[in-house]
């Protein structure tokens, strides 16, 4: 008879020999459910990036930046922020948190934790970093995908960042001069020097066409005075000694026409200045 039935009576011996193989069973079932958790990759609570320590989220975080994922990084640093914002990671986080957001093109918040940064930690070994950095997000604002399809004169844009930009290099160079960032501000800083002196003589030359000759020349003696040896300067000149004639300030305008003159003998703007008339 292969089945008990419920009334025979058991020895002893008979009970032990069901039971063990019904525990040896249960702890079979219990050993594979264990397993299968782990085979099909079933996680704790504890595995949750809510619950890692400080060091695990920076890291995690720290390997999604090096892959070039900046979503999944932004995502565990604003966790470790938020988690431990006085721990050993904290300041450094920042920094790589601001570069994340810059490489994602969201200027507010990477200049935000770079001032937030700068606030916090002012002795930091990497503050050069921080000032060259914030120069580079500025350096960069208006910079997008349109403007970089089509192609615009950056001197036609609002200078305000470029100025910034220009503030932020200069504020690296006179810190951090043994800095390995200075080489690349210094050259930036040329180019911005550039871009802010065309940016005045084209709103000299607006004014010129408006009629607001004093204006016109503030602009203009604006590059002279502070943006010499730049591609703008014999332009600027051309303005200065065109506006100063206008007005009737000769000696101002001759003053401006002979610079121009030993400068830039063969430039067209001197007969330009020469046809002017006064008002």
Request: with cysteine.
């Amino acid at each position: 008879m292969n089945e008990l039935s419920p009334h025979m009576k058991l020895r002893p011996n008979t009970i032990v020999t069901i039971v063990r193989p019904v525990l040896l069973s249960c702890l079979i079932a219990a050993l594979l459910s264990t397993l299968g958790c782990s085979l099909f990759g079933e996680k704790s609570e504890d595995d949750s990036p809510d619950n890692w320590p400080e060091q695990k989220l920076y890291l995690a975080a720290k390997d999604s930046l090096d892959t070039g994922q900046c979503g999944g990084a932004i995502e565990n640093y604003q966790r470790l922020q938020s988690r431990y914002p006085f721990g050993p990671y904290s300041a450094q986080a920042m920094l790589e948190l601001a570069y994340c957001y810059y490489k994602s093109e969201n200027s507010a918040d990477a200049l935000g934790q770079i001032d937030r940064f700068l606030q916090l930690n002012p002795t930091h070994p990497h503050t050069d970093y921080a000032y060259y950095l914030r120069g580079l997000i500025n350096f960069n604002i208006g910079r997008g995908l349109t403007s970089r399809i089509i192609a615009r004169d950056p001197s036609q844009r609002d200078p305000g960042a470029a100025l910034r930009s220009f503030k932020d290099f200069s504020g690296l160079i006179q810190e951090f001069p043994k800095s390995r960032y200075v080489e690349d501000s210094e050259l930036r800083m040329r180019h911005l020097r550039n871009i802010l002196a065309q940016h005045e003589v084209n709103v000299a030359n607006f004014y010129m066409r408006r009629g607001a000759f004093v204006a016109a020349a503030n602009r203009a003696r604006n590059v002279v005075e502070n943006f010499q040896q730049t591609p703008a300067m014999p332009e600027a000149l051309v303005l200065l000694a065109k506006s100063y004639k206008v007005l009737e300030m000769n000696d101002l305008s001759n003053d401006a026409l002979r610079v121009l003159e030993l400068n830039y003998p063969n430039h067209p703007g001197i007969t330009e200045v020469n046809k002017t008339a006064v008002r």
